[in-house]
């Protein structure tokens, strides 16, 4: 006996936002790329096995295999703190401590997630452009034995940096050789991984596994996903627990497949690429258009998709009334403009336009 499920008629969705209206506050205010949303409409008829035994997880891993070389682990997550989180967990004791930049995510913009569902003591390093080196490392790099202290047995670093720069594959693996002589593992914060190959011109795993790195936390959310992250374990000797630590830390998706049919549609075949080269080609262009305007002062390298500058006072406000963005040290009026794969040289060049205008009515 068939039983035939009866459907009503789709309704029409109300749209409730003006698609015109565009902003450089965040790559996580665009919408979905049209290919993942193509990819999560294939994917979502009939039945798969739920937690991960479906055939689109297991088409992820090959994947990740093609990309990052054979023997590794990945493990799909609901978002980028969970990802760190999970991430650093695997690869430390209970009374293990995490070195990072003072500007790193997890410091600075997880609510303490490592350290109060984690329990892991962050040591924050400051820098100057959010990269840290061997030298800045060993600053937190001391006092194993010691039971006062954490015990420093991780570093963590973001690719790019939150500052919008990129470490090259010799500075991560000076870290890397560093960082493991001590007896430490390495993770890479990854939200932004792709927009650092498109800048390097490399392939993913040339600054991630053969440069040293232990565990990835590999973004897909800016890079035009719906949402979801992937967990990679480079070095799966490294990171211990992880299918269950996954599970405690509710980063299980029942519906996996839908998590992995978004990344199958970035990494088949070039999406994350393309994606990631013209979010930062818009970051360029707008850096290149803003050098040249007095008041304008650029703070940081532009090595990915984010413009960093200082404004004269109160021009910030008054831009923000018609393109949303976010202050990155407001006493220093300091701003960040992110660029993303739906920005185009439309949005740049009215941005552009109004930064002038503002400038001048001053």
């Not at 006072?313 to 040290?329: H, I, M, Q, T």
Request: hydrophobic fraction near 45%; proline fraction near 4%; include cysteine.
């Amino acid at each position: 006996m068939t039983t035939t499920v009866e459907t009503a008629p789709a309704a029409t969705a109300a749209r409730l936002h003006d698609p015109a209206v565009r902003g450089f506050a965040s790559d996580n205010y665009s919408g979905v790329h049209p290919e993942v949303l193509a990819a999560l409409a294939a994917a979502n008829e009939g039945h798969q096995v739920s937690y991960g035994e479906d055939d689109y997880t297991a088409r992820l891993h090959v994947l990740m295999e093609e990309h990052f070389g054979p023997g590794i682990e990945c493990f799909p997550v609901f978002n980028g703190t969970g990802a760190n989180v999970l991430s650093l967990q695997s690869l430390l004791p209970r009374w293990g401590a995490v070195i990072c930049a003072s500007t790193a995510h997890i410091n600075m913009d997880e609510n303490g997630a490592p350290e109060r569902i984690g329990g892991i003591k962050l040591l924050q390093v400051p820098t100057a452009d959010g990269k840290l080196t061997p030298e800045l490392i060993d600053k937190e790099a001391w006092g194993w034995g010691d039971e006062h202290r954490a015990q420093p047995l991780a570093v963590s670093i973001t690719q790019t940096t939150e500052l919008g720069t990129c470490y090259t594959p010799a500075e991560v693996r000076a870290i890397a050789d560093h960082v493991h002589a001590k007896g430490m593992k390495l993770h890479m914060d990854g939200a932004r991984l792709a927009n650092a190959a498109a800048h390097l011109d490399v392939p993913l795993r040339t600054f991630t596994r053969d440069a040293g790195v232990d565990i990835l936390s590999f973004g897909g959310t800016k890079n035009g996903l719906l949402f979801g992250e992937v967990v990679v374990a480079l070095n799966p000797d490294a990171a211990h627990g992880l299918v269950y630590l996954r599970k405690m830390n509710m980063q299980l998706a029942s519906k996996m497949r839908f998590m992995s049919a978004q990344f199958i549609a970035l990494l088949e075949g070039d999406l994350w690429l393309r994606s990631a080269r013209h979010a930062n080609a818009m970051a360029s262009r707008l850096r290149e258009a803003v050098e040249g305007i007095d008041g304008v002062e650029p703070t940081q390298k532009t090595e990915s998709n984010g413009v960093f500058a200082i404004l004269p006072e109160g021009v910030a406000d008054r831009l923000r009334e018609s393109f949303r963005f976010y202050d990155w040290n407001e006493a220093a009026r300091e701003v960040r403009w992110m660029c993303s794969f739906d920005t185009s040289e439309e949005d740049v060049d009215s941005f552009v336009a109004a930064i002038k205008r503002e400038l001048a009515a001053r």
